[in-house]
């Protein structure tokens, strides 16, 4: 007879139980609305489950006009109004499955948070985390020290908020286009890019960390934002610009249901309900009930909650701890500057030469995404001056002039650039800046003499 085993978690097994005799049903109805698809979604109640739902719509571009949620129990049941991004009624046909997929055993899981540099080997790349201080440069130096040692960006998204920077990037190696796996290597890796977000200056101490499995990217960077304490105002009281408009966040206790009731009303943008969940998940809140309205350009949610060990808000400073991390998950989510726009031939050391162009030019970047097509190379970045304010016109033109203004355009009033109808350079940046980034590869050991060619 075998013995029962103290180690076994009871909870866990009950849990997994109750999904295999109760599956989770999700139902698509385009016949209901004439204006919105309504999605109904009904399981066994679990941590997260709100998070997950959340996350596949937000993956596939899925607008969410009205939510009404309710896990009160031992049951989850949602309903959303949604569109898709264009505002018409969803065509999807693999929306039920995938919402069903993530509520399944093999839904994602919710990773502890790491420190301030993390290397992950995925089956096709690998991926770096960063976090640190923000300042004019940071980006070049980090693709400029990648470059050098022959990685090849794949992929990347940074973040900026509140003088902090997170950035996911995702490598591999430049000769086999394989994930880096030599241990070695990745120490060197760590230790250089960790050297770069230290900067002399950091105040907070800066960690290391080796992280392994996959990731949802933009999950992970609000992790990472929440982690490196991006909500901490009192610390960096720095000018808001036009970021956003100061979100409107109302934390209350309801006394006779034990519950907290957070209110918050902003404008309304795509994945604001994505970046709420995420954040109240990490601070280990349940969301029993919420209703969520969408459909002007404000949007207002209304969430019930209770921290993980079942009681409501108890204290003045973790009220105000929510209002200011909410804040922040709204803020950090919004681009700030002037939006330019890459598309190219993709080759090793492009993301490099880009940023140190910027730099040089004095162009300060506060969000990326990096992305690969195919042999094309379409990168998104917003920047600002070095002093955060908004950039002239001037600055940008010299920027398109070095780089070729077929290859970097930018929106001014809402109308594209793109330059006149003459032939244009063609995207080539050999002997650009050299100098000032062979010191700067020089002092980090990298390179042997100042004549040396990234």
């Not at 540099?117 to 990648?146: K, Y």
């Not at 490099?352 to 004095?362: A, L, M, Y």
Request: glycine letters at 6%.
């Amino acid at each position: 007879m075998e013995s029962w085993s103290p180690s076994l978690n009871v909870h866990q097994e009950f849990a997994k139980l109750v999904n295999r005799m109760h599956p989770p049903r999700v139902t698509v109805d385009n016949i209901t609305y004439r204006k919105v698809t309504l999605i109904k979604v009904d399981s066994a109640n679990k941590r997260g489950s709100l998070l997950e739902v959340v996350q596949v719509l937000t993956d596939l571009n899925i607008q969410i006009k009205r939510a009404y949620i309710s896990s009160d129990g031992e049951w989850f049941m949602d309903v959303f109004h949604v569109t898709d991004q264009y505002g018409n009624k969803l065509s999807e046909d693999n929306v039920a499955d995938r919402i069903q997929q993530s509520l399944g055993p093999r839904g994602c899981s919710f990773r502890s948070l790491r420190g301030s540099v993390g290397v992950q080997s995925a089956m096709q790349h690998t991926t770096i985390e960063l976090t640190g201080r923000d300042r004019p440069g940071l980006l070049s130096e980090v693709f400029a020290v990648l470059a050098n040692l022959k990685c090849n960006v794949v992929s990347a998204e940074i973040w900026t908020h509140n003088s902090r920077i997170a950035s996911i990037v995702y490598i591999t190696d430049d000769e086999t286009g394989l994930p880096i796996e030599d241990p070695d290597r990745l120490a060197k890796i760590k230790h250089l890019l960790l050297f770069i977000l230290k900067g002399g200056r950091d105040r907070r101490r800066a960690q290391t960390a080796v992280s392994r499995g996959f990731t949802h990217t933009q999950r992970r960077l609000h992790q990472l934002m929440y982690a490196d304490r991006d909500y901490d105002t009192g610390e960096y009281n720095r000018l808001e610009n036009s970021r956003s408009v100061k979100p409107l966040v109302t934390v209350e206790n309801c006394s006779e249901k034990g519950y907290t009731v957070v209110n918050l009303r902003c404008p309304d943008r795509p994945k604001l309900l994505f970046d709420t969940v995420c954040t109240l998940t990490d601070m280990q809140y349940v969301v029993y009930h919420a209703t969520i309205i969408a459909e002007g350009v404000e949007a207002s949610q209304e969430f019930y909650i209770r921290h993980t060990d079942g009681c409501p808000i108890s204290s003045e400073a973790e009220r105000e701890r929510v209002i200011h991390c909410l804040e922040a998950a709204i803020k950090r989510q919004v681009p700030e500057g002037v939006k330019l726009e890459l598309c190219g031939e993709d080759r090793v050391g492009l993301l490099s030469d880009v940023t140190r162009i910027f730099r040089e030019n004095g162009l300060s970047i506060t969000r990326a995404e990096v992305t690969t097509r195919g042999l094309k190379a379409v990168n998104t970045f917003y920047v600002t001056d070095s002093s955060g304010d908004q950039v002239k016109s001037g600055m940008i033109e010299a920027v398109r002039d070095a780089i070729g203004k077929s290859v970097l355009t930018w929106k001014e009033d809402n109308v594209l650039k793109t330059g006149n109808s003459q032939p244009t350079t063609r995207f080539s940046l050999s002997g650009l800046f050299r100098s000032r980034s062979e010191k700067f590869l020089y002092n980090l050991g990298l390179i042997s003499s100042c004549s040396e060619v990234i």
